[in-house]
């Protein structure tokens, strides 16, 4: 995996979402279901190398019983850190409307029609993807028994 050198830009807009990640999980949890045009989620992931348990809220679609979501960083020229801790450590946990749910991501293998999906939600999609150079990773989230 290569990094991307990060303009001082993108690491303000970095520091903005970590700073408002723990208040925007908090508005979710007291009732905030949607946002720009789509149903958020909360997804708490293990960080690669600390091993801490962090909390990220993030617009999802529905796929049957799984959840897709966009590792679109808010248009950040890098990959989010919450996809990276992932691609790690697979195994997660997603909160729905008050209910959790055990989760393992990977990457989703029909990326293009997932994609024309989350375009569908909100053109910001095209305007994240048209902001960065790499292509945006759509992740699915799938329900397991642990």
Do not use: C
Request: proline share 3%; net charge positive; charged share 30%.
């Amino acid at each position: 995996m290569t990094t991307t050198e990060l303009t001082s830009l993108d690491r303000r807009r970095t520091a903005i979402m970590r700073a408002v990640a723990p208040v925007h999980s908090a508005v979710v949890r007291l009732g905030l279901r949607r946002f720009r045009g789509g149903e958020l989620l909360l997804l708490t992931h293990t960080g690669r190398r600390s091993g801490v348990r962090r909390t990220v809220p993030l617009l999802h679609l529905r796929d049957g019983a799984d959840y897709l979501v966009a590792a679109s960083n808010g248009g950040v020229d890098a990959e989010p850190q919450w996809w990276r801790n992932l691609q790690a450590h697979p195994y997660a946990e997603v909160e729905v409307r008050g209910k959790r749910l055990a989760v393992v991501a990977e990457a989703e293998a029909d990326r293009d029609a997932a994609w024309e999906r989350f375009r569908r939600v909100g053109g910001y999609y095209d305007d994240y993807q048209a902001a960065v150079s790499r292509t945006i990773t759509v992740v699915r989230l799938r329900p397991y028994r642990s």
